[in-house]
């Protein structure tokens, strides 16, 4: 169980991102969030592992007070949720093997890792990555050699080498045309059923959304303005999120 209790960031420029934002999500659900750019999306999944710092509230995952630890405790926290960017964070120069590899780096000898010798169980488990979504036959090629696509699906890769619980998805399909985004987002929906790991995505588009989610939460200036069944986004509420100048799509 994840939980959110009155979340908030406020930036030093005094930008309020996030504002008392609550809610809960059961293992195995795969949430949607949604809103405008600016709405606090990012802001939302990043401060779930720490990647920003929250200003107030609390975040529980488990028994894991995640908004409350620091150290080692946090680094073996992190291990356990996987993090998907929309621009990849790939390293272009290394191969994609290596850049799955680096999903371990939690959890190998850090000296080793560093001289790139990877025990043979960890390899296995690369490849056996690669082949959940599809790319094995790329596993020598530069990540810069790549299409968007495949790259993300190298993020995806990498995600799983850390056996996560937790699936933060930020924007993973805002950079990919239609088609691939479709990809992208069914294998995210089969990892979240297959493994059953919880899965939290942001996106923009309605249809991506109700495709493939089980639930939506949705933002809108830093707050939590809508949490229910995709299906309930009715023009109404569709209003209340995005805005009365938003054009419906999907």
């Given at each position: ?31 949607a969030v949604i809103g405008l750019s600016g709405s606090g999306k990012s802001t939302l999944l990043r401060c779930i ?153 942001s996106l923009h588009f309605l249809d991506l959304v109700q495709q493939y989610s089980t639930r939506a939460v949705a933002l809108n200036e830093g707050r939590l303005v809508f949490d229910g069944s995709p299906s309930e986004i009715n ?16």
């Amino acid at each position: 169980m994840l939980r959110l209790e009155d979340l908030t960031k406020v930036y030093e420029d005094g930008t309020v991102a996030l504002k008392d934002v609550s809610f809960e999500v059961p293992e195995g659900q795969f949430v949607a969030v949604i809103g405008l750019s600016g709405s606090g999306k990012s802001t939302l999944l990043r401060c779930i592992n720490r990647l920003i710092e929250p200003t107030e509230g609390d975040i529980w995952w488990d028994d894991i007070h995640l908004s409350h630890i620091t150290g080692e405790e946090l680094r073996r926290a992190r291990r356990k949720i996987g993090m998907i960017f929309q621009h990849f964070n790939l390293v272009d120069r290394s191969s994609v093997l290596t850049n799955v590899l680096s999903g371990r780096l939690g959890y190998v000898n850090p000296i080793a890792s560093i001289l790139g010798r990877f025990p043979a169980k960890e390899m296995e488990r690369a490849y056996a990555s690669l082949d959940r979504v599809g790319i094995r036959e790329k596993a020598d090629n530069r990540a810069d050699e790549l299409s968007g696509g495949q790259r993300q699906r190298v993020g995806i890769a990498r995600a799983l080498m850390q056996e996560p619980g937790l699936m933060l998805a930020d924007e993973p399909v805002a950079s990919l045309d239609p088609a691939l985004a479709h990809s992208i987002m069914r294998h995210l929906q089969l990892i979240n059923r297959e493994d059953n790991i919880t899965v939290l995505c942001s996106l923009h588009f309605l249809d991506l959304v109700q495709q493939y989610s089980t639930r939506a939460v949705a933002l809108n200036e830093g707050r939590l303005v809508f949490d229910g069944s995709p299906s309930e986004i009715n023009d109404e509420k569709f209003l209340e999120i995005y805005g009365q100048e938003a054009e419906r799509i999907g």
